[in-house]
């Protein structure tokens, strides 16, 4: 099973895909916001369209990813509207697509890499940097989302770290809590990957556990 971790953000998104316990592949997708005065209601759909892009450019491959969740009392967040809506446009375009998302709170991915709910960023770093080998950790948001892949790919029965955590870690996988159809939806992958959407037969597409038949877009141009 191919687990993505996603830690979202506007500036520099960091990806994970663990595509076994020793091939783990690490990327970053980055954005520029305009130059001050210039922006507009278009130019943060165009950023955001793009940032999904790259995202979903690796996170589609999966068959279940991991993200952290919003952190709802972070002081001084700049754009909390754009980042909410492109959390869930991220979002729902992967669950339109089949794909499993799960939910990682920061204070989970926190205890998980370093034993401490409230563990500074360098800290995880230099932790995840020291854990995960088979990784290219280049920065923070990397970091944090071969974190979240990590705790993902435990949960799914196939670890990536090569000693077991110890239990204060462990603690965090509690708090996760991992979607009751995942069979369902990675057999609805299986079956439907490398078909058109439109090839994907009927008794497949049923498999999908929202029975939803999944959509490229919420933003469909006009014609």
């Known amino acids: 099973m191919i687990v993505a971790g996603i830690d979202l953000s506007l500036s520099c998104t960091g990806l994970a895909l663990v595509r076994s316990p020793e091939r783990v592949e690490t990327s970053t997708v980055t954005s520029k916001p305009p130059p001050p005065g210039t922006e507009t209601l278009r130019s943060r759909f165009e950023r955001m369209e793009k940032i999904s892009e790259g995202v979903l450019a690796v996170a589609g491959n999966a068959d279940i990813v991991g993200i952290e969740a919003p952190a709802y009392g972070m002081r001084n967040a700049g754009k909390v509207h754009d980042r909410s809506g492109l959390w869930w446009h991220i979002v729902a375009l992967l669950e339109r697509e089949g794909v499993p998302v799960v939910e990682v709170s920061p204070p989970s991915r926190m205890m998980y890499a370093t034993g401490k709910g409230n563990a500074g960023k360098d800290l995880v770093l230099v932790t995840a940097a020291s854990t995960y080998k088979q990784a290219s950790i280049t920065g923070n948001d990397v970091a944090d989302a071969v974190v979240i892949a990590a705790m993902v790919s435990r949960l799914v029965g196939q670890p990536i770290e090569?000693?077991?955590p110890a239990q204060a870690k462990l603690k965090a996988l509690a708090k996760v809590h991992m979607p009751a159809a995942l069979g369902a939806a990675v057999a609805w992958r299986k079956g439907c990957r490398g078909v058109s959407k439109a090839g994907c037969g009927t008794e497949v597409?049923?498999?999908?556990?929202?029975?939803?038949?999944?959509?490229?877009?919420?933003?469909?141009?006009?014609?």
């Open 162 to 164: 090569l000693r077991e």
């Open 205 to 223: 597409r049923r498999a999908h556990p929202s029975h939803i038949t999944p959509s490229a877009s919420w933003f469909h141009p006009r014609a």
